[in-house]
């Protein structure tokens, strides 16, 4: 996903902070439910792994017993270490045979069920966790407000529902599965080392806090490169993202070979970060094989001597061959799992991250929260006054002492240059964000107090740029409306004049579009955009700009099929060719956030302001503005692109 740096900019960075146990939280919240499940999976490790240890005991045990001439003694002295009654063990040779491998099929045998139970346990438990918390994180994102979907942050929350949550997954099986392997087997095998020989043991488990110690150090130097690893190949994945969403402008500028070189450097930053972390990483496995190795070497030593000559130096007591052979195999076996603790403490660091990261975005309080006792909207007239609005995203106003009213049925238009804040004045009828000042109401009630459900289905949005779903044709103009029938979607698409070129794609209404589906033209995706607000019969009806970037044909066709959506419904039009809205009731002409000019199209002609003037270009009646225009224009440029250096620094 896109490279994210989460020391930058981070939008749950204050959420985050205020989270102290996340993984805590995490088994807490979410694992409860699934308690059986990885109960059974940790008992099944358990046994399992206590059984991995049998096979090394038992041949311990069959040498001395089986092949030794004095075995009989020695069968029944050892068993017990097995936990059976001594009535129950073969005394002759042959049978303590046949015991033994007994003994070691059903050890297999049973190792490989625990083996499958303790895989079910984990896996249903990690996989039902991520299941949940990607979903659940997923429906906290939905309720967001809109400042969090700039393009920036949808990289983020893209990032969060799919790289940390699948993290904590393999920390979840992965991760907590070692645990209990390793914790199993380093404990069992001191335990059984020092049961049989705890001299013995003493000097094979003489490198283990040496070997701890240096595992310590590694992960210490390990740890921020591979956090570099991780930085740079954010910042290759955003350059890449970057230049292939824009390889049509790359292209047509001619910088191919400039671009060639920036992928370059960034690919080099991340290679370089990589072999940095490689280089410590394959010194240390080898590094840890000395140090085993001496281990082992020093038991050999020791035991050997222990077993031709009795006990060397001061050690005493009595080592068997058998019990050698124990030695030998269990010190081999634990020496590794110890090497292997670093990468689950590596594990577990990453996957406390990635829950901070998941909390962080659940604690975001929605900023627009509903009131207990909110009524649902009943719009009647639909009637919409705003009452002296100022709103700015950021602490700039962007609108300020917005003052109008429409009565129902009736239509509004705005218009003004780019930027004046027409989109955001109707963003707030929707409630995308909260007025600062004043109030909006429909037919009496504050947008504020109802519920953003029946505020939203009473307000029908078609916008410029008509998004489509992946799905059918008939799916996108239900949207909504999901439990319409064939023939409401055929009358919807008929008024939106959409049916005859429905008819003609290859499936008809049952033609995949979207992403990934038929390419539809800007003209018929607009269109299937009206069908939908037709069928959704909305009260209140916003058209943003809905009839640019196509041509003058379909423009007629739309603005045909608008036209008869918009009969006896309040209707707010932005336009910038102002010929689509001059017959509105009435025209306010936004400049710089406020209302400069209002009133119908004949009286703003009359006027001879800024609409008048627009009006004649656009009409071909004078060729360019005056200058007075002109010059307002270009502060206005200079304002926003002031604004958006600004907003790099
Ligand atoms: P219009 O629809 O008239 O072109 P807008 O309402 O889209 O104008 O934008 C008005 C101003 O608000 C512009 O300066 C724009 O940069 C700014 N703006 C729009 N959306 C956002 C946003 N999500 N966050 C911050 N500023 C925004």
Redesign the pocket.
Known sequence: MSGVDWEEDDPFEEQRDKIENPMKRLFVEYGRDYAPQVTVGVLASVFARLLDLLPPLMLGIALDAIFRSDGEAQFSEQIPLVVLPDAWLPTAQVDQFWFTIAVLAGAFLFGAGFHWVRNWGFNAFAQNIQHDVRTDTYDQMQRLN??FF?DKQTGEMMSILSNDVNRLERFLNDGMNSVFRLSVMVVGISVLLFWINWQLALVALLPVPVIAGFTYLFIKIIQPKYAEVRSTVGKMNSRLENNLGGIQVIKAANTESYESERVDDVSFDYFDANWDAIETRIKFFPALRVLAGIGFVLTFIVGGLWVFQGPPGPFTGELSEGMFVVFILYTQRFIWPMAQFGQIINMYQRARASSARIFGLMDEPSKLAEDRDAEELAVDEGEVVYDDVSFG??DET??EDVDFEVEGGETLA?V??????????L?LLLRMYDVDDGEIRIDGQNVSDVTLRSLRRSIGYVGQSSYLFYGTVRENITYGTFDATDEEVREAAEAAEAHDFIENLPDGYDTMVGERGVKLSGGQRQRITIARAVLTDPDILIL?EATSDVDTETEMLIQRSLDRLTTDRTTFA?AHRLSTIKDADTILV?EG?KIAERGTHDELLDNDGLYAHLWGVQAGEIDELPQEFIDRAQERTAR?VE?AESDDD
């Open positions: 809109m400042d700039s995203y950021d962007i609108v705005l003004g240059p780019t930027g004046a804040g027409k989109s955001t004045v963003k943003d932005i936004l956030g926003i604004d």
